[in-house]
């Protein structure tokens, strides 16, 4: 069994639609949780950062940890085709080292206009 | 400001062939790692450092090889080409331990005959 398991799509949205994206992980020692986003044939870049449990809120994007459900989440509002990209949600422990993430495969999403 | 600068972008090898794939940060972090993303499989961790002659092994590290003479440059060698080797490589760098972004370069493509 992989630690994280993300499902992997594909989804496809009109435009302005809400978008959720989910991720499970089964190591409970993860304490951050981090969601990227790659563009076709780019490498991916942190679009949200949080630790422990909670939500964090920046601008149209929101995520969420559930660390008792191990399950974290998320969600897109008013979708942009801007938008369209590899959503990739990672996460790590405090003993590894900054670098050491663990990664999700990854959920396309295609934002239509 | 180029960030991290992977070469080559893309390489053919035939099975038994070795090369080296460059990384190199201008961004002064002292924690770089190396990655490669298969359909299916997500991101998974081959070496990683955590500064100027130090490293270690990720997940998957058999079948390659990594140095850190300075702090700018990463390279990660592979010394017998398999197919099983065929993916996309992305090297990364971050500034701590507990910083949790990493940057990514665009990835080298790879694949062996």
């Known amino acids: 069994q992989k630690e994280v398991e993300q499902d992997p799509g594909p989804l496809s949205v009109p435009e302005g639609a809400i978008v959720s994206l989910n991720c499970t992980y089964s190591n409970s020692a993860f304490q951050y949780f981090m969601w990227y986003r790659q563009y076709s044939r780019k490498g991916p870049e942190l679009l949200m950062y949080?630790?422990?449990?909670g939500n964090k809120e920046d601008g149209r994007f929101t995520a969420q940890v559930d660390k008792s459900s191990k399950y974290i989440s998320l969600f897109i509002r008013d979708s942009q085709p801007s938008d369209s990209a590899t959503y990739l949600c990672?996460?790590?422990?405090?003993?590894?080292?900054?670098?050491?993430?663990?990664f999700g495969t990854g959920t396309r999403l295609t934002v239509i206009p | 400001n180029a960030g991290v600068t992977q070469t080559p972008k893309f390489q053919v090898l035939k099975t038994g062939q070795s090369m080296t794939l460059q990384c190199a940060q201008d961004?002064?972090?002292?924690?770089m790692s190396w990655y490669r993303q298969d359909p299916g499989m997500g991101l998974r961790l081959i070496h990683y450092?955590?500064?100027?002659?130090?490293?270690d092994q990720g997940e998957v590290p058999n079948g390659y090889n990594v140095s850190r003479s300075t702090t700018e440059d990463f390279p990660l060698r592979l010394l017998s080409a398999a197919p099983s080797q065929t993916s996309v490589y992305f090297c990364?760098?971050?500034?701590?331990?507990?910083?949790?972004?990493?940057?990514f370069g665009e990835g080298s493509r790879l694949t062996v005959l």
């Open positions: 949080t630790y422990s449990s």
């Open positions: 450092s955590v500064g100027a002659g130090i490293t």
């Open positions: 990364a760098s971050n500034s701590g331990r507990y910083t949790g972004e990493l940057f």
């Open positions: 990672a996460m790590r422990s405090t003993e590894t080292g900054a670098n050491n993430l663990f």
């Open positions: 961004m002064n972090h002292e924690y």
